[in-house]
């Protein structure tokens, strides 16, 4: 279990469920089981189809949001906490991949620092 910060966008999108929903219930429910994991991967999909989008997986969102971050320049163990890995190996080596733009700058710049 980890607790994982919502922008207030997000928050105030939220908030009028509060009045409709009782606090003791699960949110998207509205009881006190909570939604099967495998029914969000059908909603996807078929969202997916609805706009005519290609067959991606649903976890490609998890690499999605991980990429946008580093790309944000987060720092990678905030982006390791926020996917819930418990070390910071697992981020490096499945989400942090440089592009030939990022070597392309590295090299440039050492050579600016050794010039």
Excluded: W
């Excluded at 690499?63 to 163990?77: L, P, Q, V, W």
């Amino acid at each position: 279990m980890r607790e994982i910060p919502m922008s207030g966008d997000l928050i105030r999108l939220l908030k009028p469920l509060r009045k409709m929903k009782n606090p003791d219930f699960f949110v998207l429910t509205n009881s006190l089981k909570p939604t099967e994991p495998r029914t969000y991967r059908i909603y996807y999909k078929k969202l997916m189809q609805s706009f005519g989008m290609p067959d991606l997986k649903f976890h490609s969102l998890r690499h999605s949001f991980a990429t946008r971050c580093i790309e944000s320049k987060c720092d990678y163990k905030t982006v390791s906490a926020l996917l819930g890995h418990s070390d910071i190996s697992t981020t490096l080596n499945l989400y942090v991949h440089p592009n030939l733009e990022q070597k392309k700058k590295v090299i440039e710049q050492m050579f600016k620092d050794l010039g």
